[in-house]
C-alpha cells in the first residue's frame, strides 16, 4: 500500500479544510467512526459477499474484524445503537477507508472519504440539506461546473411494481441494471434485461421511463400523472416535490437535474437518491452520491431511525481538481531558506531562524554545514523561493542578502525589511 | 475499537492544528506512511517480538502483513528506498496507528502520534532542531510548565563498557533498566541488575552515574572528564556540547535538563535521546520523546542516512490539555439555531439559513417540523447558545427575534445586527 508522500498530502489537506469548512457551516459535527468493525457488521450493509472486497481477519481472541470499507456503516451503527443523543443528529466525517481491490485508475486500496449524515428526519428538508451541502462543498473546492442528477428510489420501485416487477430478488436485479443505464450501451442494458426474462416491452418501458431527464422543477412535469395512483410512487412524488421546495428557498435549484436512471447501485436506498458529475470528469464517475436509507439503522443497531446522508471521495475530487489546475500552487515548501556563508556566521543564523518561525514565517536552513554553493543547490531543489545569505559581511552591516530564486532578483535589507518581504509575498 | 465522537475528534484536530502550524514554521513537510506494512518491515524495528502487540494478518495472496504501530517505521522505510529526495530530508506526519495492547489508562487499541523526523545530517542542528520543534509544538498547545530532559547513549553506552559491560545483550538489557530508573523503586532497580550477574560495585556507579541530573549548559560540567578518554563517551559528549549551543541560539536551553538517567527504552538509538515531561502529568509518562538513530535506515532500506527525530502521543496530551482545562472551549456545536413559529414561516426561515451559511456562520435550524417548544428544547439540548425566532410576525417587521440561550436575554433585531452579533460572540 502506498505511501501519502507531501505533495499529495498538502493537496488532500487542503480539500479537507475547505470541505469541513461547510460541514461547520451547515452545522455538522465531526467524527472518526472505527477503524475497524466486527466483520459481521461490515456485512450487514452489503450482505457476506463484502467479504471478498475488504480487508479482514481474525484477532487474537478468535473474532472476525475487518477494516472500515466506508465510513456510513460505522457512523451508522454508532447512533443507532445510542440513546443519548438529541435527534436529528447531524455526523459527519472525512477519513481514510480500505478495500482489496486490484488497484486501478482513480481506486485505490487505501482511499479517502467525506461523508455527512442525518439521522431522524424524514423530512424533505434533510434531504434537501445533504444535497444543499454536497453543492456547497464543490463551490468551496472550486468545482463550479457540475450537476446534481436527482432521482427517488419509491418513484422507480413503484412504477417497476406497476409493470409488474414485484419479488425483491427482480427489483434488485432490475434497480442495478438501471444502475448502468449511462454507463454502458444501451444493447447490454437490454441484454442484461432480457436474461432476466423481462418481456420487451416492459424493457422498452423502463428505458422511456429512465430517459426521463432535465430541470429538476421542470423535468418533474413529465411524470405520467397516472403513475401518482401508485402509493409508492405518489409518496416518491411528493418527495420531489417537497425537496424542490427547500432547494428553491436554498436557492440551489439551477444545478439540480431530474434524472430517473439515478438508483444507485446498493440495494438499501429507498427514496431521495443523487449523484453530482463534475462535467470534466464523467469518466471518473459520480464526484459524490448519496441519498435517503431509511431502513439501515435497525439493521445495524437498536433503533430504528429515519436517514439519510451524501458521500464523495477525496481522490477522485483531486483528480477533478488536478484536471482544473486548482491545486498547483498547493505546496508544503517553506517559504525561505537561510544559508551562511561560513561556520563563522552560523551562531548569528540560528538567531535569525528562531526570530523568523516566531513570526510564523516558514523558516528552513542548512542542518550539513555545506558550501554556500551547495547551500543554494538545496534550497533550489526543495523549490524555495527565497534564499537569506547571512555571512560576517552582511552581520557586520546589520542587514540580509535576500535571493529571490522565481525571479533571480537580490536585495540587500534590514530584518524588518526582510519579515515584511517575505509575508507579503504569501498574497501575491 | 472505540469511534471518536465529536467531543473528543474537535479536540483533536484542534491539537493537530496548532502541532501542524509549528511543523510548517519548521518546514517539515507532511506526509502519511502507509497504513498497512510488510511484517517484515514492522518487525524490522524492534524484533518478531512485536507481533504479539500489532494487528497482523494474511492477505489473500498469503502475505504476511500488519497495521503500523507508529509513524517513524513508515517513514523511515520510504525515505531509506529513495534516491531523489535531496537530503536532508524533513518529514512530519500526524496520523493514527493500532496496538494490540489491554486498553488501559491512556493506552488505547487505536490512537494517535505526532512524528517529526529528519534524515541525512549528522549535525548537532539536527538534534537542536527537533528538541526544539518540540518545545515549541509544547508552547503551542499551552502546555507551558514541561521540562526536556535529555542524556546520550554514547556517553552511557561507554561508560558501560567502561565498567566491562561489552556485549550487545548486556548493553541492551541494561539500556532497559536504566530507561525504569525514574519509573520504578530503586530496590527493584538493583534486583533486576543482580539478575543480570551485574556486580554491586558496577550497579551503584550505574546509579550515581545515571543520578546526574541538572539545567543542560551547567550540569554537562558534572560529567566526570577521565570519562573523556573513552572515544565513544568523548563522542556523546561532544554531541552534547554541540547541541546545547544550537539550543542557546535559538533560546531554548532554559527547559532542557540533563538527565542521563534518559536512555529510552526501544534499542535502535545511538546518539542524543530526550525526553519531555508534563509537570502536571508525569504519571502518564513522558508526553514526548525522541533522539538520534543513525542505523535505522539501513535496516529498513537501501541507503545508509544518519537520522533524529520525535513522536508524542496525542491521547497523552489531550490529557495533560484537560487537566490544565484548556480545551473546555472547544467545541463543533453550531453558532446559531433559527427555530420556526409555525409551518408558514419556514420558506423564508430557510432562506436566511442560506442567508447566514454563506457568511460562514455555523447554522442549524428545524429539521423534523416540529413545535417552538420541541425546537428550543432541541437546540439547548445540543448546547447552541444563539436561538433565532421567525414567525409570522418577525417577518412582517423584517426582525429576527434572538435569544441568547447562555444569558436569558431577548431582543428584537434587523438582519444585519443578527449577523454582526453572532460573529462578535465568536471572539468574547
Known amino acids: 500500500m502506498k505511501d501519502i508522500e507531501p505533495k499529495e498530502l498538502g493537496k488532500y489537506l487542503w480539500i479537507k479544510e475547505k470541505i469541513s469548512e461547510i460541514f461547520r ?17 461490515l456485512e450487514a450493509k452489503c450482505g457476506p459477499e463484502i467479504r471478498e472486497e475488504i480487508y479482514w481477519f481474525k484477532d487474537k481472541a478468535g473474532r472476525s474484524l475487518g477494516l472500515r470499507f466506508d465510513l456510513t456503516v460505522g457512523m451508522t451503527r454508532m447512533v443507532a445503537n445510542r440513546y443519548d443523543l438529541p435527534e436529528p443528529i447531524k455526523l459527519c466525517a472525512i477519513a481514510g477507508m480500505w478495500r ?4 486501478q485508475f482513480a481506486r485505490y486500496r487505501f482511499f479517502h472519504q467525506w461523508d455527512a449524515e442525518i439521522y431522524g428526519s424524514i423530512e424533505p428538508e434533510a434531504d434537501a440539506e445533504v444535497i444543499s451541502l454536497s453543492m456547497d462543498i464543490l463551490e ?34 432490475a434497480f442495478r441494471i438501471i444502475d ?28 422511456e421511463f429512465t430517459s426521463i431527464r432535465g430541470k429538476l422543477n421542470e423535468a418533474i412535469e413529465e411524470i405520467p400523472r397516472d403513475l401518482l395512483k401508485n402509493d409508492l410512487c405518489k409518496k416518491g412524488y411528493e418527495e420531489l416535490l417537497g425537496l424542490i421546495e427547500v432547494l428553491e428557498a ?18 438499501y436506498y429507498d427514496g431521495i437518491v443523487f449523484e453530482a458529475y463534475d462535467k ?12 435517503r436509507y431509511d431502513r439501515l439503522c435497525k439493521i445495524l443497531g437498536k433503533k430504528d431511525m429515519p436517514a439519510t446522508g451524501v458521500a464523495g471521495g477525496i481522490e477522485r475530487m483531486m483528480i477533478s481538481l488536478e484536471r482544473l489546475g486548482s491545486l498547483k500552487s498547493i505546496s508544503q515548501v517553506p517559504e525561505v531558506f537561510l544559508a551562511a556563508v561560513d561556520d563563522s556566521s552560523r551562531r548569528k543564523l540560528w538567531k535569525i531562524v528562531n526570530e523568523l518561525r516566531k513570526e510564523g514565517i516558514a523558516t528552513d536552513f542548512d542542518l550539513k554545514r555545506r558550501s554556500l554553493k551547495k547551500q543554494m543547490e538545496y534550497a533550489n531543489s526543495l523549490g524555495i523561493r527565497y534564499v537569506a545569505i547571512i ?11 535576500l535571493k529571490d530564486m522565481s525571479k533571480h532578483e537580490e536585495n540587500e535589507l534590514s530584518f524588518e525589511e526582510f519579515k515584511k518581504k517575505i509575508l507579503k509575498s504569501r498574497h501575491s
Do not use: H, W
Not at 457551516?25 to 457488521?41: A, V
Not at 454507463?183 to 423502463?206: A, C, D, G, Y
Open 25 to 41: 457551516r451547515y452545522g455538522f459535527q465531526m467524527m472518526e467512526p472505527s477503524t475497524i468493525e466486527n466483520l459481521e457488521t
Open 100 to 103: 482489496y481491490d486490484e488497484p
Open 140 to 173: 468551496n473546492v472550486g468545482l463550479k461546473e457540475y450537476e446534481v442528477r436527482i432521482s427517488n428510489r419509491k418513484l422507480i420501485e413503484g412504477f417497476l411494481r406497476l409493470l409488474g416487477i414485484n419479488s425483491t430478488e427482480k427489483l434488485e436485479s
Open 180 to 207: 448502468k443505464i449511462t454507463k454502458i450501451p444501451k444493447e447490454e442494458i437490454v441484454k442484461k434485461f432480457l436474461e432476466l426474462n423481462f418481456m420487451e416491452f416492459v424493457i422498452s418501458k423502463i428505458l
Open 250 to 267: 436554498f436557492d440551489k435549484i439551477d444545478k439540480c437535474i431530474l434524472d430517473l436512471s439515478i438508483v444507485r447501485g446498493i440495494g
Open 280 to 291: 470534466g470528469g464523467e469518466d471518473i464517475g459520480a464526484i459524490l452520491g448519496g441519498g
Open 391 to 401: 555571512g560576517p559581511k552582511e552581520i557586520e552591516k546589520g542587514i540580509i542578502r
